[in-house]
């Protein structure tokens, strides 16, 4: 790609993201329902239920890495529904046709996510810090914590943006996403896998989003694990990679 591609690119990707954040404002609904629903998780399970838990140690700072996870995940059926909405309804085509480079329509939708997943996590770490929240990271694990989230988010974008796309209408857009939400469920992000019956142990395990709860928990405790870490990593790329091509493929035929 040449310098002078490259820079359009940047700059329609800016004035994308610019028209993003702009609906983001004048629907704060979205917003509202990212950050809500896992900070009423959050008291649900410490003040309801934690105490119904043996995790070796203080519920909130068990759960709190997991309730990182589900934040990122709740924000995102906006984003299937906005991208499907630009999709049937020809928002698409007239940017096309105003010579808006391509990518820079699909990029704006990823920015934007990650941005509001980056505001969902820091509203759950006030609210676990109000309730007795007590890690152990230093600095660094600090910044660890930040990369993962921002990965994260990143890659479920992606993934998100490609279901919007690949979605008939509206509704089914906003659907597809639920597993991205219910699959935390069933992670270590509540009670440790080793707690769990044969079978569901097993699923919890080796399915992706337990590496990346079990680095955020190494992590916020100032102990992190190199083998989540590179697991969690690894997920997050092969995600996203996933989500980047198919996301591609489908604009390339749909578009």
Wanted: neutral net charge; proline residues 4%; hydrophobic residues 55%.
């Amino acid at each position: 790609m040449s310098t002078a591609s490259m820079a359009t690119t940047l700059s329609d990707s800016a004035i994308m993201l610019r028209r993003n954040v702009k609906h983001t404002l004048r629907n704060p609904t979205t917003m509202f329902n990212a950050v809500l629903f896992p900070i009423v998780l959050m008291l649900m399970f410490v003040k309801v239920l934690g105490g119904g838990f043996d995790v070796g140690e203080a519920y909130i700072d068990y759960v709190t890495p997991g309730l990182l996870v589900m934040a990122v995940g709740y924000g995102l059926g906006a984003t299937a529904t906005e991208v499907n909405s630009d999709m049937t309804k020809g928002v698409i085509n007239r940017l096309k046709v105003m010579d808006v480079s391509r990518g820079a329509m699909l990029s704006g939708h990823v920015i934007i996510t990650t941005l509001r997943a980056l505001a969902a996590c820091a509203a759950i770490i006030g609210v676990a810090f109000l309730m007795g929240f007590d890690p152990g990271a230093s600095a660094l694990d600090w910044l660890g914590v930040l990369g993962v989230v921002v990965l994260f988010g990143f890659a479920a974008s992606w993934l998100t943006v490609a279901m919007g796309l690949s979605a008939k209408t509206v509704e089914s857009a906003g659907m597809s996403t639920v597993p991205l939400v219910m699959l935390p469920f069933l992670s270590s992000a509540f009670v440790p896998a080793d707690t769990m019956g044969t079978g569901v142990r097993q699923f919890v395990e080796y399915q992706p989003f337990t590496p990346i709860i079990e680095t955020l928990r190494g992590l916020l405790a100032g102990n992190p694990s190199g083998g989540d870490a590179i697991a969690a990593v690894a997920w997050c790329l092969g995600i996203a990679l996933l989500g980047y091509l198919w996301a591609v493929s489908t604009f390339k035929k749909r578009a």
